[in-house]
């Protein structure tokens, strides 16, 4: 079986993210970039599906600039295969116009098994892996802590509001990755060498025949209200009384 | 121009969320058509049609959406779709699941997470863990959007008297399988919801010293949160993790015990009314954000603060 891993470069999740003073958008000139946290917990996976024997390649795709071949290529490191590389100039496609474009590289490349991340932090947006889903019209589960490929089948542990979902898909399935799913192993030096050499291929919107549909369009960017840190009391007492009688909410 | 909301339910109670998003519903304008879609669920629509504001309630009750499954869901709102210029619910795991699904059948774009209503096709929504804010106009002809409750209030709940009418279709996907559910018991008050919440963090350090937290809880009437970090180590289960990846509080008080104060976890409480924080470590980053702090070892504060209240 193969499998696919959709990965997104995003902002470092160490680095505070700034608004422009234009308001027009956030400041990330000169920020560290990063893969998603749950994209390379989604590549971890997928990489373990290949050493289980579950798997027999794995296929990773960025959508974006050149720069997210960066990305790739950690993937790659991490113990991908091979990498898709499809280029579009636009940063701030929607979760629609990535899904499609996703359904056009799965319909090409035919994976058992679709992983992508629950949610990208910079648009905390939490819809591609879903949107992808229904195009394709395949099954999909969310918010994956535990994965098992059972013959024909994919068993997922969920994590909802309420606990713990288990979902069994027939496979080909889309399937998103939490953070407890797995932890991402540390690259090693060698792995980054040999990821140098392994093939990265480039298409594009145009290639794959999808046009550029609706958008969401960004109005603007503000920053949150701050909320000012108040006063250091000196005992457990003081607590109590600042909560029951200034604050009263006790 | 009306408005369709997918509520949420288990199945016998009608959950707070769905009021919360019926307050955003109200703001955009419109009539206001809600689904009900579950398994033995008349009690929900019962409680719907109470709700003021509300035409129609819809009520799709059959087995298949006994577990709220995503294929099925999106495909019922799918057939009812026609005729709306919204379709809203709430932004839980549930709402997550299939209302992208929603939006994709439907060939159009979905805004996750509104926190401000702008006008009838322009919200704000936090972007980057809550540390921006964006204002975006959605271009499609159908909006599909999925509300942050604790950024509305909730709506009345009785004075209304709307029709129900059933839903007669069956939406079934024959390629998921539902095998098994782990869902938490508790008595206390639920995370979303509560007045008031205490959260532990890794200076908890083990499931066993939670007790002292749940017993604060208990005796405030609070329901109790965590970090990751407590979570990744087994302290408690998932369901309490708060923050940017799990869920979203503002209660009138939050109370922080053992927690550093990361970003992630910021996103998911600082618009709570009063933080206080405890913590041993006077450089941690959670005092930025609290009205009250208190430096000290969480193991003698906690005790006299249950003993104090
Ligand atoms: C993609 C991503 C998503 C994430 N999503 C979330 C999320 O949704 N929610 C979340 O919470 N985190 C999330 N995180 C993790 C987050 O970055 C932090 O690692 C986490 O919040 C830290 O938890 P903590 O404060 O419990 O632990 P620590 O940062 O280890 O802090 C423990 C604190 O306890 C204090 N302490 C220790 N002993 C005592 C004592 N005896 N008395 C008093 N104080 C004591 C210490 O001084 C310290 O400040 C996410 C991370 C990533 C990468
Ligand atoms: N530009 C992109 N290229 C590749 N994968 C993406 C891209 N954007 C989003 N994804 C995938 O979709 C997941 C969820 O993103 P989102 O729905 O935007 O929160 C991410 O974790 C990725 O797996």
Known sequence: ?250 | MSILVIAEHDHHQLKSATLHTLAAATQIGGDLDVLVAGSGCQAVADAVAAIPGVRTVLLADAPAYAHQLAENIARLVVALAPGHRHILAPATTTGKDFMPRVAALLGVNQVSDITAVVGPDSFRRPIYAGNAIATVQVEDPVIVATVRATAFPAVATTGGSAAITPVPEVFEAVRTRFVSESLVESDRPELTSARIVVSGGRGVGSAENFALLYRLADKLGAAVGATRAAVDAGYVPNDLQVGQTGKVVAPDLYIAVGISGAIQHLAGMKESKVIAAINSDAEAPIFQVADYGLVADLFTALPELIDSI
């Open chain 1, 1 to 250: 079986m193969k499998v696919l891993v959709a990965v997104k470069r995003v902002i470092d999740y160490n680095v505070k993210v700034r608004v422009r003073a234009d308001n027009s958008n956030v400041d990330l000139a000169n920020v560290k970039m990063s893969i998603n946290p749950f994209c390379e917990i989604a590549v971890e996976e997928s990489v373990r599906l290949k050493e289980s024997g579950a798997a027999t390649e794995v296929v990773v795709v960025s959508i974006g600039p050149k720069a997210v071949q960066e990305q790739i290529r950690s993937a790659l490191a991490a113990g991908a295969d091979r990498g898709i590389w499809v280029e579009t100039d636009d940063t701030e496609l929607s979760g629609l116009a990535v899904a499609r474009l996703l359904a056009q590289v799965v319909r090409d490349e035919q994976p058992g098994l679709v992983l992508l991340g629950k949610q990208a932090i910079d648009t905390d947006n939490n819809q591609t892996g879903q949107m992808l889903a229904a195009l394709l019209d395949w099954p999909q589960a969310t918010f994956a802590s535990k994965l098992e490929v059972k013959g024909a089948e994919v068993e997922v542990t969920r994590e909802i509001d309420g606990g713990l979902q288990t979902l069994a898909l027939t496979l080909p399935a889309v399937v998103t990755a939490d953070l407890r799913l797995n932890t991402p192993r540390y690259i090693k030096l060698p792995d980054i060498m040999k990821a140098k050499r392994k093939p990265l291929a480039t298409t594009s919107p145009a290639a794959l025949a999808v046009g550029p549909g609706t958008g969401v369009k960004l109005l603007g960017v503000t920053p949150p209200t701050e909320r000012r840190g108040g006063i250091k009391v000196e005992s457990v007492a003081a607590l109590v009384d600042c909560l029951k009688n200034q604050a009263q909410v006790l």
